[in-house]
């Protein structure tokens, strides 16, 4: 019998940075997925990939978007939410391709952190579509919005991105398209960022001690 031991993708998504390191001088990669459903340990699959730069807590020209071939048909309702069609996703690259152009732009900006709006979603595709193709990686900091959303303003509801968006006085991008979504996404964390530091919150170590559970890495 034959195992399949994993490779691993040689990127620099792990930033060696001091815990003291201004929340200024971070660079952040903003990102989002889109997908077929909601079942990513069954049949769903990745169909969309975006990033943006944050850097000096201002959202920056940098981005990174390509469509991905999900290698199945893309169900009408998801269509209809994302304007995703099979026809839009037939040359698009593989899920392995997709995200190794993705990866290469964060180290090409020379992204510290990850940053999503409830991204253990988004990191759980991630992991899902490099094991499939048995592939793996060293998984960067990450932040999710809601925890920092959570902090400022504790809730037991977690809202849609929009109304966050709304809520702080932000912009908003097309919705449900995966570099829309990472630019309202971008705009919100920039805000929230400014007023963790009016609140005191100004390093790296801050925002870990904010989202323990997601600054570390996400572990699955």
Sequence with gaps: MMFWKKQKLNYQLQSEVPLNTHIRDLTFTIFDTETTG???????????????????????????????????????KITSLTGISGEKVKDAPSSLEALERFFQFNEDIDSNLWVGHYVSFDMMVVKKELQRHKYTYDTPLVVDTLDLIGYLNPSRDMRDLEVYALQFGTLVYERHQALGDAMTTAHLFCELMRHLEDRGKTTLADLMEIGSSTTKGVVF
């Design 38 to 76: 909601f079942a990513i340990n069954g049949a769903d699959r990745l169909i969309e990939i975006a990033g943006v730069r944050v850097a000096g807590l201002e959202v920056q020209e940098q981005t990174f978007q390509t469509f991905v071939n999900p290698e199945r048909e893309i169900p009408e």
